[in-house]
């Protein structure tokens, strides 16, 4: 199951990501303005966002693998169909629909954990997520890059959306099945969103995805066309050289996560484990913010693969925080909520980089924003989130401790 959905996330990325691989190209073709190009790499977010509240509302009330397998094929065929586009409106059409299908993912994979795996499991099972988020990524530059050079970007974006379906047949086989953990999922036992809102934990949550997503989503959407046009690498080189952020990244999501969970067998608290990961890991990312200021390159990419490495560390945790808190109650709704408030970065930090480097000339500014944002992010986690442990709902009847406790 785990290793299905670790494929998943990473034809997830690769799908979202395959615009900024053939930004360049597509650039030239069309004629687009750097600010344009802005508001084209953030088209997806902008209906993935809006729609993860609805995503999770409907992971916590229909089935979880038919909801997976609808987005899959919603999302592989807009990948397909972006191949034969033509013009910038039809483009953004296409990013739009993709961000549809691939907004179930995430509240997906919450629904899954929570009922399935207990908390020092989810803390490996949301790792092995990461790392394929960003093995993907990593597998699209290299490949992508090599493929938009010698056959064109639309070759590249029909053969993703075709070859991606084929996960959907291996999911229909392997999904799980049979009964979940014993929990009362009645819909009148589930918290609603307001009440999921009220939790001490959720600005926390969300002002810490949303700034980590800002870096990550910085290095996917613009370190392609940074490398080529700042940096003055060939395509080729571009490819190689853009692979390895994400894979540093997915190597310290997969070592963090295992020394998190040697720290929780060993008797420490989920808190002081998830917290320090998250903290630790933001903070130590802002160093980007010397990439450009570095005139050596080797000096700059080293700088680049280290502030990636930092995020890997923060990445090994946060889902998990979240799923612990919310329970199988409210992971779909919770997880919902957060992955909005945490995709608005990717509304903002393409579009927010093209105005910057259209006003500027250069990337100065816009990697100031990410490590300003980054830190932010650290100071979230430090200062506002509460115990990691689960929270008892309003909605959900006593469990067999709190009516004993009750009885005279």
């Known amino acids: 199951m785990v290793c299905l959905l670790v494929i ?36 997806f977010f902008w209906s993935y966002a809006l729609c993860q509240i609805v995503s999770g509302w409907v992971v916590d009330r229909w089935n979880v693998n038919a909801v997976m397998i609808a987005g899959f094929v ?73 493929l938009v050079a010698r056959y064109g970007w639309r070759f590249l974006f029909v053969a993703l959306g075709f070859v991606g379906l084929l996960w959907v047949p291996a999911w229909l086989k392997w999904m799980p099945r049979g009964d979940t953990a014993d929990t009362d999922e009645r819909p009148e036992t589930r918290p609603g969103f307001r009440e999921i809102l009220r939790h001490r934990s959720v600005p926390a949550t ?3 995805h949303f700034c980590g997503n800002y870096f990550w989503y910085f290095l996917l959407t613009w370190l392609p066309y940074y490398l080529v046009h700042e940096r003055h ?9 853009g692979a390895v952020p ?27 484990v998830r917290k320090t990961c998250t903290v630790t890991g933001l903070t130590l990312a802002t160093v980007v913010v010397f990439v450009p200021m570095a005139s050596d390159t080797t ?8 502030a990636s490495i930092a995020y890997g560390v923060f990445a090994s945790s946060h889902w998990t925080i979240t799923q612990t808190i ?39 500014w816009a990697f100031a924003a990410v490590g300003f944002v980054t830190l932010t992010g650290a100071a979230a986690y430090l200062f506002g989130l509460g115990p990691v442990e689960p929270a008892i709902w309003n909605s959900s009847p006593p469990g067999p401790k709190e009516s004993a406790r009750d009885e005279p």
């Open 206 to 208: 969300f002002i810490g």
């Open 326 to 364: 919310a329970g199988p109650l409210a992971a779909g709704r919770w997880s919902g909520l957060q992955n909005f408030v945490g995709n608005l970065s990717g509304i903002v930090a393409p579009a927010l980089t093209g105005f910057a480097v259209d006003r500027t000339g250069n990337f100065l």
């Open 74 to 146: 919603l999302w592989s065929g807009a990948t397909a169909a972006t191949g034969w586009a033509v013009g910038f409106g039809m483009l953004f059409a296409f990013r739009l629909l993709l961000g549809i299908g691939e907004s179930v993912a995430y509240p997906c994979y919450s629904k899954i954990f929570v009922q399935r795996l207990d908390e020092r499991q989810r803390g490996v099972a949301n790792a092995l997520i990461d790392a394929g988020s960003k093995f993907g990524p990593a597998l699209g530059t290299l490949v992508g890059g090599l």
């Open 233 to 241: 690498f060939s395509l080729q080189t571009m490819a190689v050289i």
């Open 246 to 272: 994400p894979l540093l990244s997915a190597g310290a999501t997969i070592v963090a996560s295992w020394l998190s969970y040697r720290a929780l067998k060993a008797g420490a608290t989920p808190t002081r």
């Open 8 to 43: 998943s996330v990473a034809i997830n990325y690769i799908d979202r990501s395959n615009l900024s691989i053939a930004a360049s190209s597509l650039k030239e073709e069309m004629a687009l303005s750097p600010a344009q190009l802005g508001l084209l790499l953030s088209s």
């Open 299 to 306: 000096t700059a990419m080293a700088v680049l693969m280290f």
